[in-house]
């Protein structure tokens, strides 16, 4: 009888601890189930926190948004100056468009369903497809960091502590692609993304484009939107130990538009 009281007294204490159990969270479970690395996970929830928040990100269905591209020679000329418009659909599934205009005419990519056209003036460009893709996939990425990392596929690793030129402490993370057996990767190179190790900011990128680096630093971010979106950001070509070279460009990020969103409270 003893056992049998034992044995039932640790069945009622499992019922009263299942029924405790917490409901999953979106924000914190679900999303992050691809990442298999401990530290990696607690800097992307604390990164995504400060962009937004998962369920902000999830409730978009499309955006659009005007994107100025300045480059430069390592002499400080200008190399070229490019304005473009970006629309993205991102329900029922990924669609949208880039379009700009230069001395060939006005050029626009177009994606749906995982293939992407080029076209100048609206008359179709034969051959680059793959490269139109992967120039859409690409833009789309970079607008949605740090989301995006949580993509399956992405080879996710924790490098340490680094120290930025202005004196930011932030966690880097490493992550590296393979578009040969990822159809939603649009690029091999290598990448380490910079959070403030504090708030969770996305402060800067590293990539490797062989044989040369480039450091691309977030300076300013938009306040109005759901997800807080990169508003101005500098790249310099630069070292593995991110000594700046030279200014290789600017980008500034405008005009948001998130039809049925709502601004962050």
Known sequence: MAQLGAKLKWIFIATI????????DPETDAPFNNT????VRIILQRAIASAGGWTAWSAIDSITYRKRSI??????????DQTQ????DLQPSLSGSITWSDSTGEVTIAYQDGNATRSIDGVAVTGGEESARQTFLSAYYVLFIPFKLLDPGTLLTYTGKDTLESGAIADVIKAEYDPGQHG???TSDVWWYYFEENTGRH???LVYHPPTYALIENIRTTQTTPIRFNA???????????????LRGVFEYSDFRLPGASAPQ
């Open 232 to 246: 101005y950001r500098e790249s310099y070509r630069c070292d593995r130990t991110l000594n700046k070279q030279f």
């Open 85 to 88: 418009y970006h629309r993205y």
């Open 17 to 24: 601890l299942a029924g405790c159990q917490v409901a999953p």
């Open 71 to 80: 480059l430069y020679l390592a002499d400080g000329a200008v190399e070229s």
């Open 203 to 205: 402060l800067a990128s």
């Open 36 to 39: 298999h690395d401990d530290e």
């Open 184 to 186: 939603n990767h649009s």
